[in-house]
């Protein structure tokens, strides 16, 4: 009965969201990523989330629409679960319709591949993203094979966001690696200016900029 009534909810939630990214006068469907990333474990009810299993089918649905013309993914993320937030980015990157993505607020840790993944990307100057390498809560097993896993996956990530954006690998790991903008940790914090500065995201600009480049880019279909 409890089953029941969870996947009657899923399925109220997931159909409000379809409803709210809806437009019927343009073509252009809206997606918003926001606090953090829901992986395999359910995140506290408390915590703002995006679930991955509501956005990818999401993101199918819209790719097979045909009155969806293009796709404008917003983002406000604290990142979350690395395998989950991968699986949206490898979505979005591999659509042939139109994306264009906005960073607002932050686009952090794994938001940041999600924010290069559309075909072109935007930020406002007052938006912040992290960049760090993977990390790890919890217990864990102090073998060779841990840490050549977590290697893998960075490289992954890296490989990922070099491809999809103007950022070179050395400068990207350099970021990544640094120690002197994080106090407890290693990585970097960049601004919206600094992000199009270093080739990471196409251009500064807001909600106009990010539907005007859309529309140019569903006109040129």
Same mark, same amino acid.
């Given at each position: 009965?409890?089953d029941?009534?969870m996947?009657?909810k899923?399925? $109220?939630e997931?159909?409000?969201? !379809?409803?709210?990214?809806?437009?019927?006068?343009?073509?252009?469907? $809206?997606?918003s990523?926001?606090?953090?990333?829901e992986g395999?474990?359910?995140?506290?009810q408390?915590?703002?989330?995006?679930?991955?299993?509501?956005l990818?089918?999401?993101?199918?649905?819209c790719? *097979?629409d045909t009155?969806?013309?293009?796709?404008?993914? !917003? #983002?406000?993320?604290?990142?979350?679960d !690395?395998?989950?937030?991968?699986a949206? /980015?490898e979505m979005?990157?591999s659509?042939?319709?139109?994306?264009?993505?906005l960073?607002l607020?932050?686009g952090h840790?794994?938001?940041?591949?999600?924010?290069?993944s559309?075909?072109?990307?935007?930020?406002?100057?007052s938006?912040?993203?992290?960049i760090?390498?993977?990390?790890?809560?919890?217990? !864990?097993v102090?073998?060779? *094979?841990?840490?050549?896993?977590f290697?893998?996956? *960075?490289?992954?990530?890296?490989?990922?966001? $070099? /491809?999809?954006?103007?950022?070179?690998?050395?400068?990207?790991?350099a970021l990544?690696m640094s120690t002197?903008?994080?106090?407890?940790?290693?990585?970097s914090?960049?601004?919206?200016?600094? /992000?199009?500065?270093i080739g990471?995201?196409?251009?500064?600009?807001?909600?106009?900029?990010? #539907?005007?480049? #859309?529309?140019?880019m569903?006109?040129?279909e």
């Open positions: 009965m409890e029941e009534k996947q009657d899923e399925s $109220c997931l159909e409000s969201i !379809v409803k709210l990214g809806e437009s019927e006068n343009d073509g252009i469907h $809206c997606i990523i926001i606090g953090q990333i395999h474990y359910i995140l506290p408390d915590q703002k989330a995006t679930k991955y299993e509501h990818i089918p999401l993101l199918a649905s790719e *097979q009155s969806v013309k293009g796709v404008l993914i !917003v #983002l406000n993320t604290m990142g979350g !690395v395998e989950a937030g991968l949206i /980015a979005i990157a659509m042939k319709k139109p994306t264009v993505s960073v607020g932050g840790s794994i938001g940041v591949p999600l924010a290069v559309s075909k072109r990307s935007f930020i406002v100057p938006a912040t993203m992290t760090h390498p993977v990390r790890i809560t919890g217990v !864990v102090g073998a060779p *094979q841990t840490y050549y896993y290697e893998r996956m *960075q490289k992954r990530i890296s490989a990922f966001v $070099c /491809a999809h954006s103007n950022i070179n690998e050395e400068k990207f790991r990544m002197d903008q994080i106090a407890t940790d290693t990585g914090i960049i601004d919206g200016e600094e /992000a199009v500065k990471l995201i196409d251009a500064v600009g807001g909600l106009s900029d990010a #539907l005007d480049a #859309l529309k140019k569903i006109s040129n």
